[in-house]
Nanobody, 115 residues
Framework: QVQLVESGGGLVQAGESLRLSCVASGSAFSLSAIGWYRQAPGKQRELVATITTSGRTNYADSAKDRFTISRDNAKKMAYLHLNSLKPEDTAVYYC?????????WGQGTQVTVSS
């Protein structure tokens, strides 16, 4: 089994930046795809960014050019750098990990962007 613990969320003003972190327990981290989702109040959870085992990244339109996903296999960690934040980025951000066909989720970390 895998457990994911996220941190780095907080309250910031528009235009500022945050770095979200996710640390994973268990084995096979280096064999997994990693990603970040977010869920705003009253809306469905949506994909923000993913990174494969080979380092290939994919971003939602709302995230490209502003957010950067990365991973450190030795530390079993994933990161999401949030730059030029906007009020519409306000959401709970969830770390996502996939091993084969099995997915795991973190508890989420709140990001609030004020105008």
């Amino acid at each position: 089994q895998v457990q994911l613990v996220e941190s780095g969320g907080g309250l910031v003003q528009a235009g500022e930046s945050l770095r979200l972190s996710c640390v994973a327990s268990g084995s096979a981290f280096s064999l997994s795809a990693i990603g970040w989702y977010r869920q705003a109040p009253g809306k469905q959870r949506e994909l923000v960014a993913t990174i494969t085992t080979s380092g290939r990244t994919n971003y939602a339109d709302s995230a490209k050019d502003r957010f950067t996903i990365s991973r450190d296999n030795a530390k079993k960690m994933a990161y999401l750098h949030l730059n030029s934040l906007k009020p519409e980025d306000t959401a709970v951000y969830y770390c996502w990990l996939k091993i084969g066909s099995t997915t795991y989720w973190g508890q989420g970390t709140q990001v609030t962007v004020s105008s």
